[in-house]
Nanobody
Framework: QVQLVESGGGLVQAGGSLRLSCAAS????????MAWFRQAPGKEREFVAH????????YYADSVKGRFTISRDNAKNTVYLQMNSLTSEDTAVYYC??????????????????WGQGTQVTVSS
């Protein structure tokens, strides 16, 4: 069982930055790919970024490419999402997620088995 806890959300002005963290309670963290998703009011949950377990390869949604950076610290069992140049379009609840152990990361929420409770990010224009 993997438990995920996000933190770092809040209110920020357009053009500002935030860093989200997601702490995982699992001993073999490096064997899990990790991802961030977000869900705005009235919209479906959408993929933001993912990172593989040990190699750290990254993949981003086009909407955040060049502005957001996903990273992980396997020694701390934590994955991060650095968000820069935020706009009102980035306002959403942000979730971290993990697929089954050793599974390759994908971009559909259906491919992820473990989810955090979410953290609210609000960007004021």
């Amino acid at each position: 069982q993997v438990q995920l806890v996000e933190s770092g959300g809040g209110l920020v002005q357009a053009g500002g930055s935030l860093r989200l963290s997601c702490a995982a309670s699992v001993r073999t963290f490096s064997t899990y790919a990790m991802a961030w998703f977000r869900q705005a009011p009235g919209k479906e949950r959408e993929f933001v970024a993912h990172i593989t377990g040990s190699s750290g390869r990254r993949y981003y949604a086009d909407s955040v490419k060049g502005r957001f950076t996903i990273s992980r610290d396997n020694a701390k069992n934590t994955v991060y999402l650095q968000m820069n140049s935020l706009t009102s379009e980035d306002t959403a609840v942000y979730y971290c997620a993990a697929p089954y152990q050793y599974s390759a990361p994908r971009t559909s929420p259906d491919d992820f088995h473990y989810w955090g409770q979410g953290t609210q990010v609000t960007v004021s224009s």
